[in-house]
């Protein structure tokens, strides 16, 4: 029972206080799904475990006409007539009229309605009957689903509660909150406050929170498929194990389209349960509720009148006997499916031909109203047939309006309806092209440009310029960088006549093939044609193109004063935008944020980063949000917000893996590492890196020498200079990893790794290039670690006071850029030089600053360094006395943290603490690393120890 730990404790408590004669109601309310029936099956089970007796029943929608139905099937038994055989004659013969064991009624029609109509007299009887049934040790009654119970059982139910029998004696009623009937509701909301010591508990079963689901869902799924079902099952219990066997495909269906996933998709265990409910409906309440199947979201009555022949009042009074069933919820104006399945159950349930007429009706009501065009195309596609050049146009209108999955599902359909001859086939086909592309399907959007290509060029130079454009930008996404260079090479090689503006397009994707080829320069003079033109004539569209991808080329080469001019052009460009005409440029929203990362303006670049997330995610753009992920990802790790970049990494991966981009795979692999390294130390960061590493691909893209050279940062973190410099530098002392933005990073890493190993001479080197490029760059990121490689070159030279003002003019630079992990990194140094000029006392408090910068923001195994730091020069406070530092090191843990730490020094792994704390493993992994950090350990040996001490000494 994943999430319901609380509850199941409180039914234990409930259950161990029955043997003391205890009499208790019990009430557990929930969501159809939420775990009820399962929850009242383990109490079952827990009861007869004890020696109790059980005794139990659920209500029926169907069988609501029989009165007393749901307390005679849970308490009529043979038993019974012994139990009755000491009460009043008078109880007897009312008890008759309810509980068939006791026999027949020796009475008139007229005393039985009597009995009936005098409900309280019943409801005392029924109270005598229970003290005389319940024997030692005691009886538990468990009644489900009541709400659906007739009224004269929840009338007795409702005197229960208010005056149950004074017997060891548990009721557990089990309903829909939003179905109980009033009278019972007011009873159990009006009783004593919930707690184990009360006469009533009352246990809400809600819906799962993220980690729970997690758990639930397990660690089999990729991350894609796990954030998929998380989504299309609401956190409901019931929905994710329904979902599981659902493809990743009817997964995103469902939630856009509910109608649209087969019935060969819907596991017949959850369509039995569900059409149960919907069977239960009046005749015209269930034509109602197909017609909504069919129309989706209802928001007034007269469509459904259109599909049912049904009058608005007779609408409207179904449409409210849905809402009281809970099959319909109100949704702003509207009413809609409590959950997609249901709805997509109901769909299929109905018969073909129905449906088919009903999507007629619904279409031809719609074509005379102001309704959206995609509401329209979604009956037209329902029953148009081949040559239907009228429904055609339809839903190629619905594709022009749409995002892109929607229009690839429109114009699959519209390019079915027309003949092979037709002359829009081609526009069509490129539409369909188009939006596979931009909806994450880039393989078969390649398959059908190529062949567009490949058909006669009768077509204007726009459109083939646009054509071959997007092919090259489908080509990127896929990471064949060359081939998309070479198509627009030889295109461009054919439009030596054409104008400047009409191969803008070309040109620009041109240079951004050749940025991730590492060619930074090749087409930077042309583009600053381009832009400028585009600006003289007011084109702002092709301006923004130009301006973003040589804004990252500039920035790439180093030219970074020129650089700040473009962005400084782009950002206003792109803040001038609304947002539907943002989405069709957010390849230049990712160059530009790209750009802004490079130029240390990481603010900047969320910002049009969070904006771009969002635009795409809004529009369907999936193929451009893992880029913007990956951005996000960057900004954030450079700030220091370690939590934040690492979400973003794993989101850009989910989405990669899902489109099959390879690329960004590779991406968010290489740039959740240092983060990682931060936190986790180089075991993690590794494992991160080598995975980039091994994802297929060309070895000559710029992004893999990113990866080498974060690599090398590792290898270095495992104090392995050697292999550090292997990585790093080629046979000609240059640095492997292209981008000259980048450069002073790399010889900063060179001269910390020549230290380390003992060459003072080759890490003078190292810093000298490292300061003339920062120089050259003029950015804080740049001239930071430029006075962190002379501070740590002049410690080793033993030149400790120029040593400390190089490293105290990188803190300042870096805590001014909020750079606070290189911030930290630089009080590290501080302090190092500090202490080896006896300085003690001054280098504990840098490393204290430097701790605290890495523990506010979750790095881990960073600060773990920083306290094995501060134990060598003996930087332990005293320990307090009359207290011992174990046990204040322990104050500073959470409950959660706490009960970890007690389970681990049990021994119990990862998996086991999960299992009872109904946790993953990952998360029982995060808390440790906060742990660790916290009471100062690195192992789990060594927490063991610190709680073994805190027991000595309490």
């Known amino acids: 029972m994943v999430g319901r730990a609380a509850e199941w404790s409180v039914c234990r408590t409930v259950l161990d206080k029955v043997a003391d004669g205890t009499t208790t109601i019990l009430t557990v309310a929930g969501d159809p799904g939420t775990g009820k029936t399962r929850l009242l099956s383990e109490i079952a089970g827990a009861a007869r475990d004890r020696g109790l007796h059980v005794r139990s029943a659920a209500g029926d929608q169907a069988a609501r006409i029989v009165p007393f139905g749901l307390m005679a099937d849970a308490l009529d038994s043979p038993a019974l007539s012994s139990a009755c055989g000491m009460l009043p004659a008078t109880d007897r013969a009312r008890l008759r009229t309810v509980f068939p064991s006791l026999g027949k009624a020796q009475e008139t029609a007229g005393d039985r309605d009597d009995h009936l109509q005098n409900r309280r007299l019943l409801h005392r009887s029924v109270e005598l009957m229970l003290e005389r049934l319940v024997m030692p040790p005691g009886l538990v009654l468990l009644l489900d689903d009541v709400h659906a119970a007739d009224d004269a059982s929840l009338a007795m139910l409702t005197h229960l509660v208010r005056q149950p029998p004074a017997v060891p004696f548990v009721l557990v009623v089990a309903y829909r909150p ?89 596991p017949h265990s959850a369509r039995a349960v569900l059409l149960t409910e919907v069977d239960a409906l009046p005749p015209r309440d269930r034509s109602v509720a197909s017609a909504l199947a069919v129309t989706g979201l209802c928001t007034g009555t ?31 104006a509207g009413l809609r499916f409590r959950h997609p399945l249901l709805e997509a159950t109901l769909y299929h349930a109905t018969k073909h031909a129905w449906r088919r007429t009903a999507h007629r009706l619904a279409a031809e009501y719609l074509e005379g109203t102001d309704a959206p065009i995609e509401i329209r195309a979604h009956h037209v596609e329902r029953f148009a047939q081949p040559g239907d050049r009228a429904a055609s146009a339809v839903l190629v209108e619905a594709a022009r309006t749409s995002g892109p999955v929607a229009a690839v599902h429109f114009l699959r359909l519209a390019l079915g309806l027309l003949p092979e001859d037709d002359a829009n086939r081609q ?39 646009d054509l071959v454009a997007f092919s090259a930008a489908v080509d990127r996404l896929l990471g064949r960088f060359q081939e998309a260079a070479a198509l627009v090479e030889a295109e461009l090689l054919g439009s030596e006549d054409a104008d400047v503006l009409t191969t803008a397009p070309l040109h620009t994707e041109l240079a951004s093939a050749k940025l991730m080829l590492g060619q930074f320069c ?23 193109g130009a301006s973003a991808a040589l ?62 997330i969002d635009v795409a995610r809004r529009t369907g753009r999936r ?14 790790a450079r700030l220091g917000n370690l939590d934040s970049a690492l979400a973003h990494g794993a989101q850009a991966e989910g989405l990669a893996v899902l489109l099959g981009d390879s690329i960004n795979e590779r991406m968010s692999l290489t740039l959740r590492t240092l983060p990682t390294l931060l936190q986790e130390g180089p075991l993690a960061a590794t494992q991160l890196v080598e995975r980039a590493l091994m994802v297929d691909g060309s070895t000559d893209l710029w992004w893999r020498g990113v990866a080498v050279g974060i690599r090398a940062v590792v290898r270095l973190a495992q104090q392995d200079a050697e292999g550090c410099l292997a ?72 030149e400790p006071e120029a040593a400390l003002a190089e490293a105290t003019r990188a803190v300042r630079i ?39 910068l890495l523990q506010d923001r979750g790095a881990a195994w960073a600060a773990a360094g920083v306290t094995q730091e501060q134990r060598r020069l003996g930087a332990r406070q005293p320990r307090p006395a009359g207290r011992a530092h174990e046990v204040i090191a322990l104050d500073r843990l959470s409950e959660r943290e706490r009960q970890i730490a007690h389970m681990v020094s049990e021994g119990l792994t990862n998996r086991q603490i999960g299992e009872r704390l109904f946790l993953s493993p990952r998360t029982v992994e995060t808390h440790l690393t906060k742990i660790f950090a916290k009471v100062e350990v690195a192992t789990r040996v060594g927490l063991v120890r610190l709680m073994q001490d805190t027991v000595n000494q309490t």
């Open 178 to 266: 939003r179905q109980i009937c009033r009278r019972l509701a007011v009873a159990i909301g009006s009783a004593p406050t919930t707690g184990t010591d009360s006469s009533i508990i009352r246990l809400q079963l809600d819906a799962l929170s993220d980690d729970e689901t997690a758990v639930l869902i397990g660690d089999a799924a990729d991350p894609a498929r796990r954030e998929l079902l998380a989504q299309a099952g609401a956190n409901n219990p019931f929905y994710i194990t329904a979902l599981s066997a659902m493809s990743d495909a009817d997964l995103a269906g469902i939630q856009q389209s509910p109608v649209r996933i087969g019935p060969e998709s819907i």
């Open 623 to 636: 193929h451009l949000q893992s880029s913007l992920h990956l951005v996000a990802c960057q900004a954030y």
């Open 551 to 612: 804004g990252l080329a500039t920035v790439f080469s180093g030219d970074t004063d020129n650089a700040v001019q473009l962005v400084d052009r782009c950002c206003w460009l792109l803040d001038s935008l609304p947002d539907g005409q943002l989405a069709d440029a957010l390849d230049s929203v990712t160059q530009l944020a790209w750009t802004l990362v490079m130029l240390d303006r990481y603010g900047d670049a969320l910002r049009h980063a969070h904006r771009g």
């Open 427 to 465: 526009a069509l086909r490129f539409m369909l092209a188009r939006a596979l592309g931009m909806s994450g399907q880039a393989v078969e959007s390649r398959i059908l440009l190529h062949e567009l290509l490949a058909e006669d060029g009768t077509a204007s130079r726009t459109h083939r310029t």
């Open 727 to 798: 990585l790093l530098v080629d046979d000609q002392d240059e640095i492997l990893i292209p981008g000259t933005v980048n450069l002073s990073r790399w010889y900063l890493l060179a001269a910390q790794a020549e230290v380390a190993r003992g060459d003072v001479a080759r890490a003078t080197v190292w810093s000298e290039r490292c300061c003339a490029i920062a120089a050259r760059l003029n950015l804080p990121g740049s001239s930071a670690q430029a006075h962190s490689a002379r501070a740590t070159v002049l410690l080793a030279t033993g």
């Open 302 to 332: 007269e469509l459904i009148g259109a599909i049912t022949g049904l009058a608005g009042r007779e609408v409207e009074e179904s449409l409210d006997a849905l809402v009281a069933a809970d099959l319909m919820r109100p949704v702003g």
């Open 814 to 852: 870096c805590d001014a850029a909020a750079m606070r992990m290189d911030e930290a990194q630089a009080r590290r140094l501080a302090a190092a030089i500090l202490a080896g000029s006896g300085q003690v006392q001054q280098a504990q408090e840098q490393l204290g600053i430097a701790k605290q």
């Open 522 to 544: 090749g087409s930077a003079a042309r583009l600053a044609e381009i832009r400028q033109i585009a600006a003289d004539d007011g084109d702002r569209s092709t301006e923004l």
